[in-house]
């Protein structure tokens, strides 16, 4: 085949197989959320942002009303769980994570490994910025702003902004 009509052949194979691919993904994408809209009971209002990038893991995860997830990790353990409020503005990139390996034996045979496990509390009304990490067994109050990139290892009281690593709050609202 000349290099012309093999050119020409690709730049009409290039946008079908592109349309076809985000075709395929869309779907998945609608597959994805019906799932999770049904194993984790979420209301009709819940919003996904990015749900090719929205990961949660576990059977423990309530959300509230008017609540929305743009993309990261939610994850509960076996006897732990992740619950948070109504109309919760959650950013990119965040991670919600019950349950974590234990220090002191956090790696080898799985069998001999520890997890720590504890509730995490998100109250209504917050809002959790980008890149923010939550550990196992934090408490966050209602109305709260939580900065982008930072650490939640302590508990937040409501009403504060609170930024960081490790977060701190910086002021009541």
């Known amino acids: 085949m000349k290099k012309h009509v093999k050119a020409r052949v690709l730049a009409f194979l290039k946008p079908l197989i592109r349309n076809e691919i985000v075709s395929i993904l869309d779907d998945l994408d609608r597959a994805k959320e019906k799932s999770y809209r049904k194993k984790y009971q ?14 949660f893991m576990g059977n423990n995860i309530i959300i509230g009303e008017y609540s929305y997830f743009n993309s990261g990790i939610i994850q509960s353990g076996r006897s732990s769980k992740v619950q948070i409020g109504e109309w919760c503005a959650i950013g990119y990139n965040v991670n919600i994570l019950a349950a974590t390996h234990d220090p ?3 790696t080898g045979p799985r069998s001999e490994r520890k997890i720590i496990e504890k509730d995490i509390v998100i109250g209504d009304r917050c809002w959790i910025g980008s890149n923010v990490f939550i ?21 937040i009281p409501d009403q504060s902004i ?5 977060a701190k709050v910086i002021r009541k609202k």
């Open 42 to 55: 979420l209301p009709e209002s819940f919003g996904f942002g990015r749900i090719r990038d929205i990961y």
């Open 104 to 106: 002191q034996k956090a």
């Open 135 to 155: 550990r196992e067994g934090v408490r966050i109050g209602d109305d709260v702003v939580v900065g982008a990139n930072s650490v939640v290892t302590k508990d």
């Open 162 to 166: 609170a930024a960081g690593v490790p």
